[in-house]
């Protein structure tokens, strides 16, 4: 094998694995925000304000990964190491 598959095999691996594990990850906290907000805060005016304040930094992260994960497949496809999939 050589250099450019081992680093195709790697970007593949994160790609189809640790990418979606990540979004994955980061919607199940914004659903508990929006959990603490809606259900758990929902007399509690501070608990409120965590939720809220909770969802929006999940949204934040999420709108940030997406954007970073573009622009390395725009890097990568610039560099001619577009993954496989």
Do not use: H
């Not at 919607?27 to 909770?54: L, Q």
């Amino acid at each position: 094998m050589t250099f450019a598959q081992y680093v195709t095999g790697i970007i593949d691996i994160i790609n189809i694995v640790i990418v979606p594990v990540i979004f994955a990850l980061a919607f199940v906290v914004f659903i508990w925000g929006v959990f603490k907000y809606f259900i758990w805060g929902a007399e509690n005016e501070s608990e409120k304000a965590d939720g809220r304040k909770f969802a929006m930094w999940c949204i934040l992260g999420i709108v940030v990964l997406l954007s970073v994960w573009g622009l390395v497949s725009i890097l990568l496809s610039t560099l001619g190491i577009a993954p496989s999939a």
